[in-house]
């Protein structure tokens, strides 16, 4: 008889490296275990030699890597016998908690920013039959309003400041060092809340056997450092896009602005555990400009047939400016995180492009058509 193989999430997967036990119902949608796919015709484009591999995380259940910490926030939520969950979002941290709120049988209540949040990310909060409140104000304002409403209702927060959400999110880098037989080289990921890239070292942490700052779990007292994967660490670069970068100011930005919404974020929650992750690694931060991440992002759909979501071309986008410069050397093994599909932000992709071409319904037209572009 042949052994069953399904694949049942990124709990279940990586069950002895995380906060689990017996008693922990899983919340799952079968989430993680993404696709890492390697640049074939990008690097001629650039003219520098190097590996670049693209961790496609808009391929999980609700289209972004929000579902690898919302499978770990909701299953210790109904362990602790929560019946709500409650988020601030820019759109994927709500389709993520609606999925998952779904599916455990609770209700989600999410906080959106006016008028900025793409119809694809706002679909599917409704279409899992989430309570959505969109709010007069930004993210950070609906951040702020949700570590206060924790005290005031019985709903569990889910956002990143759950640290069971990072817990979840570093399964990312596990997965990487499983796939190449080692830690990259560079890693390079887009920074809003600043919540992932903290995930992500702390799963490169573990899986070299050392402690970081990064992680608030257990004081530096990591319970998960025996058996590791491998003996290196990645040196981690976070890309902001230049109108909604903090970490580039040094403070918080009053108003942040970027087309990139998944990322337009002034004052990250996670700014001690990122300034950490980068520092530990010798690392560093750096911004891009909408131009610029809009280009990669068509580059990657139209040179690569990878397409992502803007905030999430922001990676690859500094990744390729630094390997131009010289920041990052020739040689290198890149792994860059793709946060989020294209598909939940149609409008963006199709703006300013050539339109469709209307022909008529006849052979000749149709040949006509084909012949001009080949
Ligand atoms: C949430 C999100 C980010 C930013 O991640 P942080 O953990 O907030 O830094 C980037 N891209 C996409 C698509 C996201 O949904």
């Known amino acids: 008889m042949s052994k069953a193989t399904h694949y049942q999430g990124l709990i279940e997967r990586y069950r002895d490296r995380l906060p689990v036990d017996e008693n922990t119902p899983v919340v799952s949608l079968n989430e993680g275990d993404t696709p890492l796919i390697k640049l074939q015709n990008i690097p001629a484009i650039i003219g520098k030699s190097f590996e670049?591999?693209?961790?496609?995380?808009?391929?999980?259940?609700t289209g972004s890597f929000k579902d690898r910490g919302m499978t770990m926030a909701v299953s210790k939520a109904a362990e602790k016998g929560a019946k709500a969950i409650v988020c601030a979002s820019t759109g994927?941290?709500?389709?993520?908690?609606a999925a998952y709120a779904a599916r455990a049988g609770m209700t989600a209540f999410v906080l959106i920013p006016e008028g900025k949040i793409p119809m694809g990310k706002l679909a599917q909060a409704i279409a899992h039959g989430a309570v959505v409140l969109q709010i007069r104000g930004n993210f950070d304002d609906g951040m702020r309003l949700v570590k206060e409403i924790a005290g005031e209702a019985p709903v569990e927060i889910v956002n990143s400041v759950n640290p069971y959400r990072l817990q979840g999110q570093k399964t990312g880098a596990f997965e990487i060092v499983e796939a190449l037989g080692r830690a990259p080289d560079y890693h390079c990921i887009p920074v809003g809340n600043a919540g992932n890239i903290s995930g992500y070292w702390i799963g490169y942490s573990e899986a070299c056997g050392q402690n970081t700052a990064s992680c608030t779990l257990c004081d530096g007292n990591c319970p998960y450092l025996e058996n590791p994967m491998t003996d290196t660490r990645p040196i981690m670069v976070g890309y902001q896009a230049a109108g909604a970068a903090p970490f580039m100011r040094g403070a918080p930005v009053e108003k942040p602005e970027t087309v990139a919404?998944?990322?337009?974020?002034g004052n990250p929650q996670s700014w001690d555990l990122a300034k950490a992750a980068v520092e530990e690694s010798s690392g560093w931060f750096d911004e891009v400009t909408d131009q610029e991440l809009l280009d990669t992002q068509s580059m990657l759909a139209s040179k690569e047939g990878i397409f992502c979501e803007p905030a999430s071309a922001v990676s690859v986008c500094g990744a390729l400016r630094d390997l131009r410069?010289?920041?990052?050397p020739e040689g290198s093994l890149i792994t860059c995180t793709v946060t989020g599909h294209g598909l939940k932000d149609t409008a963006t992709a199709i703006e300013g492009r050539d339109p469709v071409q209307t022909v008529d319904a006849d052979l000749a037209s149709v040949k006509a058509a084909i012949l001009k572009h080949l």
Not at 53 to 61: E, T
Not at 92 to 97: E, H, K, L, V, Y
Request: zero cysteines; charged letters at 20%; aromatic letters at 8%.
């Open 52 to 61: 670049m591999y693209v961790k496609f995380d808009g391929q999980n259940p």
């Open 92 to 97: 994927n941290t709500s389709a993520a908690a």
């Open 261 to 265: 919404t998944a990322i337009r974020i």
């Open 325 to 328: 410069d010289g920041k990052i």
